[in-house]
């Protein structure tokens, strides 16, 4: 079955530590997206990518990294220099923009990060 | 600068009531597009609808109703004969016409329907 997968689902780190969120699409989407998600709040953008090799900074970028080396994986590393890191990070793709229309995201089923 | 509000954060209702989640946008474009997604308990959010701002025609899926009224920049959305399975917290977003434009959240609405 198509879709986007993460992993883990769950995921502690401690003080410090850089951690790597891995996000995976078997829908042959171009774009792909990090989202962060706070208690009582909506989704925030941390980074999308439209295309391969290629990525840009969204509203809440400082302290992650991410990476598209390939055209199904979009990983997201949180670095120590994220103050406040536990929240829960959803990962989208999308088929991409066209000059036609805007297409809707479909989202993974997100990984909790917990820092102790 | 683009915004979304749901003004409603938590509703409650019995299960088979009627109801409607609100939501209101800003934008200085006049072509983007307007989407709701429901967050149940797991986590993954589902789409449900997406609507382009050429199109106020209201739509009808099911129990699931939307109203778009361009006049009071609202994207209301109406579940009729509510269900249990209904709980969950339901996101109205905006994006701006065309290319790769991002999605602009709401804070959402968790909706309780108790039996």
């Known amino acids: 079955d198509g879709g986007i997968t993460q992993s883990p689902k769950y995921l502690f780190r401690k003080e410090g530590q850089n951690v790597t969120l891995s996000c995976e699409q078997n829908?042959?989407?171009?774009?792909m997206y990090w989202y962060r998600q706070d208690p009582g709040q909506g989704l925030r953008l941390i980074y999308y990518s439209q295309i391969v090799n290629d990525f840009q900074k969204g509203d809440i970028a400082e302290g992650y990294s991410v990476s598209r080396e390939k055209k199904e994986s979009f990983p997201l590393t949180v670095t120590s220099a994220q103050k406040n890191p536990t929240a829960f990070y959803l990962c989208?793709?999308?088929?991409?923009?066209?000059?036609?229309?805007?297409?809707?995201?479909?989202f993974g089923p997100g990984t909790r990060l917990t820092v102790l | 600068a683009q915004k979304v509000t749901q003004a409603q954060t938590e509703i409650s209702v019995v299960e088979k009531e009627d109801v409607t989640l609100d939501c209101v946008y800003e934008?200085?474009?006049?072509?983007?597009?307007l989407f709701w997604y429901k967050q149940p308990p797991s986590g993954e959010l589902v789409f449900l609808i997406r609507r382009n701002s050429f199109d106020e025609q209201n739509e009808i899926s099911g129990r699931y109703s939307w109203n778009f009224q361009k006049s009071t920049s609202s994207f209301n959305f109406t579940i009729t004969a509510s269900q249990v399975v209904d709980s969950a917290v339901y996101f109205c977003a905006l994006s701006e016409a065309g290319g790769y434009s991002t999605l602009t959240f709401g804070k959402g609405t968790m909706l309780l329907v108790s039996p």
């Open positions: 829908l042959n989407h171009d774009a």
């Open positions: 934008t200085r474009d006049t072509t983007y597009y």
């Open positions: 989208a793709s999308s088929i991409g923009g066209s000059s036609s229309g805007f297409n809707e995201q479909f």
